[in-house]
């Protein structure tokens, strides 16, 4: 695990509450918008950034976080203007974890090896593969282990539980439960069920557990906090984003984060 996600996690432990992970697509509404959101997100209580790697077919993506990634590819974002965003917003003096949410194919385009080196410099401290089955994981966790980086395994209400001891076996950093059966920002969170599936993932790993998908408001946000580690936000952030003037994104970002870090503490 990188010290930046181990320190993260154990202050919110520490805290006694989970940890936030928001979500943002690098480039949306513009790269420099981006530069401005991350800094606002960190300071309302962000404990871990994901920055979205955009990409043209974002399997597991609802229809919001698909707009915002075709709007950033559409000016040109790339894997290369993910590592030098990640670099100015270190260089800015942005200190909270990072990790990159991206598909398989744009990291086997850049090479994964280059790729991990390149985000490791860049001050990255986990990567979340969607579509890269834990069976198939090994070569790029290695290579980003190698890196000091994490990789995060995406793990669902449906998984059995060998698929749940393979992907724990190879995690690093937090592991990553789906709280909707679909894509997100559409489905409601199946609470029950998502928390059964946290209680058997913490059967096979020690490991932060967070639950994302469907995480819209501080009530939901508190329901997670009652029995995981961490509630990850993506699609009601990037609405609240694009929700009004460019010029503004940032500070609606922070007002938002701020309100569901609120709900963090489950008491």
């Known amino acids: 695990m990188s010290e930046r996600l181990d ?11 989970a940890a936030l992970v928001p979500f ?9 918008a981006t530069l401005n959101i991350v800094p606002e997100l960190e300071a309302a209580g962000a404990d871990v950034i994901e920055l979205g790697v955009p990409f043209s ?8 976080i698909q707009k915002s990634s075709q709007h950033a590819l559409e000016l ?7 590592m030098a965003t990640a ?37 990255i401290d986990g990567l979340i593969v969607p579509d890269l089955p834990s069976e198939e994981s090994a070569e790029l966790r290695a290579l980003a282990e190698g890196n000091g980086i994490s990789l995060i395994p995406l793990l669902a209400i449906t998984s059995p539980d060998e698929r749940l001891t393979e992907a724990c076996a190879g995690a690093s950093g937090f592991i ?6 679909g894509v997100t920002g559409v489905a409601e969170t199946a609470f029950d069920r998502v928390h059964g ?16 998908f469907g995480i819209r408001n501080s009530d939901d946000v508190r329901k997670v906090a009652g029995f995981a580690d961490a509630a990850i936000v993506g ?16 500070e609606r970002a922070g007002a938002f984060v701020r309100e569901l870090a609120a709900g963090t503490r489950s008491g």
């Open 24 to 32: 943002v697509t690098i480039g949306y509404p513009s790269v420099e």
């Open 76 to 82: 040109g974002v790339s894997s290369e203007t993910a």
């Open 197 to 212: 599936l946290v209680d058997q993932v913490r059967r096979h790993t020690d490991l932060p557990v967070g639950v994302g």
């Open 235 to 250: 699609s009601a952030l990037v609405d609240v984003i694009g929700a009004g003037p460019a010029s503004t994104c940032a």
């Open 87 to 123: 670099t100015r917003l270190r260089t800015n003096g942005v200190t909270v974890a990072m990790v990159f949410m991206g598909y398989y194919n744009p990291i086997l385009s850049y090479g994964p090896e280059r790729y991990c080196k390149d985000a490791a410099e860049a001050g």
């Open 7 to 17: 320190s993260a996690f154990q202050r919110a432990k520490d805290e006694g509450r």
């Open 176 to 181: 990553y439960c789906v709280g909707v059966l």
């Open 57 to 64: 077919d974002p399997l597991a993506e609802g229809p919001t």
